[in-house]
């Protein structure tokens, strides 16, 4: 009798370990999509000469005021003589949808290494760094979540066939995701 409450206990428990919680973990939830913010900045080529450059004539500035995002905007060009540019959210990802009004801003890394260039942010604990030429994290908890900077369209002005060259008069920063309600 006993062998019998003993098999029956056996049967019982492997059934109780189903694999219904397992499924949950093969299917995660759909990730939430971040509030989108209004960008809508032009800035001459003036103004932007204004910002000193860098190792091998990089340029890395950032912009903060109305219609530029969550916190602001990190402009940044490996080299401002021959490349293009690219724009990302002052904001940190992972803190996005924080309610704190100052939230996460990413700080600029002055690298001592010409040609790398990145920022940083205190995320849960620990830094996270984004490489400013993809956006994508290069470690901390931003990397292993595979969370990577907002980035927004950069336009040169007056409009060209060649929009990924330098612009002849300045640059226009706009995020098409955000839709005016």
């Known amino acids: 009798m006993n062998?019998?409450?003993?098999?029956?206990?056996?049967?019982l428990l492997a059934?109780?370990?189903?694999?219904?919680?397992?499924?949950e973990y093969k299917n995660p939830p759909?990730?939430?999509?971040?509030t989108e913010y209004e960008v809508d900045h032009k800035i001459s080529l003036k103004e932007i000469d204004e910002y000193p450059l860098g190792h091998g004539n990089s340029r890395t500035f950032t912009l903060e005021g109305d219609l530029l995002g969550n916190l602001g905007l990190?402009?940044?060009?490996?080299?401002?003589?021959?490349?293009?540019?690219?724009?990302y959210d002052l904001c940190c990802p992972v803190h996005w949808e924080d309610s704190d009004p100052l939230?996460?801003?990413?700080?600029?890394?002055?690298?001592?290494?010409?040609?790398?260039?990145?920022?940083?942010?205190?995320?849960?604990?620990?830094?996270?760094?984004?490489?400013?030429?993809d956006g994508v994290a290069s470690t901390g908890y931003a990397k292993d979540k595979k969370i990577s900077m907002v980035k927004y369209t950069v336009d040169v002005y007056p409009e060209s066939k060649y929009p990924d060259f330098l612009p002849t008069e300045g640059l226009?920063?706009?995020?098409?995701?955000?839709k005016k309600k």
């Open 30 to 34: 759909p990730k939430v999509p971040l």
């Open 74 to 87: 990190i402009v940044h060009a490996r080299n401002a003589l021959t490349d293009g540019y690219w724009v």
């Open 103 to 133: 939230r996460h801003k990413l700080q600029v890394l002055d690298s001592q290494f010409p040609g790398l260039f990145s920022a940083y942010c205190k995320v849960k604990g620990q830094g996270s760094i984004f490489d400013l030429q």
């Open 3 to 11: 062998r019998l409450y003993l098999a029956i206990s056996i049967i």
């Open 15 to 23: 059934f109780s370990c189903s694999s219904e919680k397992d499924d």
């Open 172 to 178: 226009i920063f706009t995020n098409p995701r955000y």
